[in-house]
């Protein structure tokens, strides 16, 4: 069963941005860039590894160079669920 995002960031994923360098297959001197996002954990990111080994194994543009970040949205001691209603007049 597919987590909700906020239950991914509660336990411990972030939001990893790559953006993968690579070559043209026909045109070896050509850079390209491709931009891949996803949520994963840090630091062993296996969901950006496994994407690399993806692509190494799949598509034919090789890969020049990968350059990533990693942002972690909330953590468990940052969300409380609030129940509760306010009265105005």
């Known amino acids: 069963m597919p987590r909700s995002e906020t ?4 336990k411990g994923y972030g939001l990893t941005t790559a953006e993968f360098f690579y070559r043209m ?3 070896s001197h050509v850079l390209n860039s491709y931009i891949w996002q996803d949520y994963d ?3 062993d990111h296996p969901r950006l590894f496994e994407f690399v080994e993806f692509w190494r194994a799949e598509l034919d ?4 160079s990968v350059r990533f970040t990693h942002r972690k949205l909330i953590g468990p001691g940052e969300w409380q669920n609030q129940v509760g209603e ?3 007049h």
């Open 61 to 64: 543009g090789p890969l020049h």
């Open 86 to 88: 306010f009265t105005l």
């Open 25 to 27: 297959p026909d045109y």
């Open 41 to 43: 954990i840090a630091p």
């Open 7 to 10: 239950e991914m960031m509660l």
